[in-house]
């Protein structure tokens, strides 16, 4: 496996999009298992999240469920791009949109 994200705690560093939820306060705390992938997130706007997706090479196809500070329960899914930054340190770039509501949008998350 190219991409070792089991143990990594990645934040938000660039959002872009309507009715974001995630932010820079927002903690992806991530697991792999082979080319499986999930986080549990809370932070901003989120009370509590989950993630779940799966490695191709450096591709990475997700989905997400959160509950929000207004208690609203809020999905979507994800096409994001795996990448080493100059610092050493997994970055996930995205490209998201929501299936609860209307609306999508780029973000980037960057290991901690």
Not at 14 to 19: A, F, R, S
Not at 21 to 35: D, M, P, R
Not at 36 to 46: L, Q, R
Not at 74 to 99: A, P
């Amino acid at each position: 496996m190219k991409y070792n994200f089991n143990n990594k705690k990645l934040r938000i560093t660039l959002i872009e999009g309507p009715y974001n939820e995630v932010n820079e306060e927002t903690i992806f705390h991530f697991h792999q298992e082979n080319n499986m992938i999930w986080a549990e997130y809370s932070g901003g706007k989120v009370k509590r999240g989950r993630l779940i997706g799966l490695i191709n090479g450096n591709k990475l196809n997700h989905h997400y469920i959160q509950v929000n500070s207004k208690d609203e329960l809020n999905s979507g899914e994800g096409s994001s791009i795996i990448q080493v930054n100059d610092d050493g340190k997994l970055q996930i770039v995205e490209e998201w949109e929501w299936k609860s509501q209307e609306g999508k949008g780029k973000s980037v998350m960057t290991e901690i």
